[in-house]
């Protein structure tokens, strides 16, 4: 910390800019919320542990029915659950914060890359992407925009940005419809460049965005690198928790992945790779017959609903690292009704479970099978979110309902409740500072859990039913 306020201070001259006194501030917040929050937590671990297998072991002493008896024991396997991942979050994300703020990676060299853009029906959003891609700050690329059958003037629009603009050229292209992975597998087959960057065609990207993510490429070793994504439409409560869902959920998880270069879901709106992986990719996996300009083969498959989880995954299998770069961003536009987001939380969590079957079968059936790291973050992060959270989150709902019913240990479980949010606090402080967004984006934190809980465990389940009964899967 004091190396970089050095650092900060010794770029300002005389009298310190506003941008300056932020990221001063910014560091002090982090470094104020980060012992906090891990105490937090390992207060939830030991005293939540404690507390509610005392209170279960005085009414099984009283004779209370076993159902009472059990309640305050599935509290306590929530609080050990819950409390062990934000212990783990929390230090390692700090831990490559403060690596990657220590030892940014440089580049003095700006290979070509090519940016891939598919886009289906998108016409009141793909001339600002395109115009955002324009905007970077990179001295060679090239964007290829993929017309996916749209009934729209999503083509007419885009082919008003062909040709060649500065540093960069455009190319648009129009094919039938094939879903998503075909638009990217068509745009693979027709880039030039070593280095591959994947957005949305709703997608802002930050200027920087390019610069920052190239220069981790300096690294042999690294196979892609994860921006940030952030929601930019926050004109109501249901996008306002999405944002914060992106910065508690996947920005913090992402951060402490890349620790270890084993960042699981390299997010669809902003993701770079390397060509040689791809490649590897199409050679080891690729079944998609060739010659139909429709479903192009390449690295991209048809088989899941998460083509950026099941891409991400693939990559770590045969050895790849993946990192994350914060200051990269991907402003997108979050859904703003309930039965859009509903739509898709739906598809994340069926494709999730989808892409999940698949790595356990690939790892069991090909080498070079499991990587320990890959396969414990799978397991601790996507599998608990996926089946153990869901779970623990009803039945803790239920148990807490039945202790307050009985009037059984009231300041158990509000003192319960009150780590809970004491956690999402520091972590909202913490993290925001890290990813530089706006504390305002901290107002619905204390009914975060209603909507994780709630809402996002009910799409949950719908996908679980579906997924099971091999439900039809329907592409745009």
């Not at 793909?126 to 290829?144: F, G, K, T």
């Not at 079968?361 to 608990?384: C, E, I, M, N, S």
């Amino acid at each position: 910390m004091a190396q970089a306020v050095s650092t900060i201070r010794s770029q300002c001259s005389v009298r310190p800019s506003r941008s300056i006194v932020a990221s001063l501030w910014r560091e002090y917040l982090i470094d104020a919320a980060f012992p906090f929050g891990l105490a937090g937590a390992a207060a939830m671990v030991v005293f939540g542990v404690w507390q509610f297998a005392t209170v279960s072991a005085r009414l099984s002493a009283e004779g209370a029915p076993w159902w009472l008896v059990t309640a305050p024991l599935f509290l306590a396997g929530l609080a050990f659950v819950a409390g062990s991942r934000w212990l783990i979050v929390f230090a390692l994300s700090y831990k490559y914060y403060r690596r990657l703020s220590r030892t940014r990676p440089k580049s003095k060299d700006f290979p070509c890359v090519s940016i891939m853009v598919p886009a289906y029906n998108e016409q009141e959003n793909i001339a600002a992407a395109v115009e955002s891609l324009l905007r970077l700050d990179y001295p060679d690329y090239e964007v290829l925009v993929v017309d996916d059958g749209s009934t729209d003037r999503t083509l007419k629009i885009a082919e008003a940005y062909q040709g060649r603009h500065g540093s960069c050229s455009v190319r648009v292209f129009h094919k039938p419809n094939g879903g998503k992975w075909s638009a990217l597998n068509y745009a693979f087959q027709r880039s030039r460049a070593e280095l591959l960057l994947c957005v949305d065609a709703d997608s802002r990207l930050s200027t920087n965005a390019l610069r920052v993510m190239v220069a981790h490429m300096t690294n042999p070793q690294i196979a892609a690198v994860a921006g940030q994504v952030c929601v930019r439409n926050r004109y109501k409560l249901l996008t306002r928790l999405q944002a914060l869902e992106y910065i508690l959920d996947n920005g913090a998880l992402r951060m402490a992945q890349a620790d270890s270069g084993t960042v699981c879901v390299v997010a669809g709106p902003l993701g770079l790779y390397r060509r040689t992986a791809f490649e590897e990719l199409q050679l080891r996996f690729d079944d998609v017959s060739a010659g139909s300009e429709a479903c192009p083969s390449g690295p991209f498959q048809p088989d899941t609903f998460a083509e950026d989880f099941d891409l991400s995954l693939s990559v770590l299998s045969l050895g790849g690292r993946i990192v994350y770069e914060p200051l990269a961003v991907s402003y997108t536009r979050a859904p703003d009704t309930s039965i859009a987001l509903m739509n898709q939380r739906y598809r994340w969590c069926r494709g999730s479970l989808q892409v999940l079957r698949k790595y356990f079968q690939r790892g069991l059936k090909l080498p070079p099978g499991f990587d320990r790291r890959v396969l414990a973050w799978v397991t601790g992060t996507y599998l608990f979110h996926l089946l153990l959270q869901p779970v623990l989150f009803s039945t803790g709902v239920i148990s807490l309902l039945l202790l307050l019913c009985r009037s059984e240990s009231p300041l158990a479980v509000l003192g319960f409740l009150g780590m809970f949010q004491a956690i999402n606090l520091f972590a909202g402080i913490m993290f925001v500072c890290m990813l530089r967004d706006s504390f305002l984006a901290l107002l619905p934190l204390f009914v975060y859990d209603i909507y994780q809980g709630f809402f996002i465990n009910f799409a949950w389940v719908i996908s679980v039913i579906d997924e099971i009964r091999g439900g039809r899967m329907r592409w745009s």
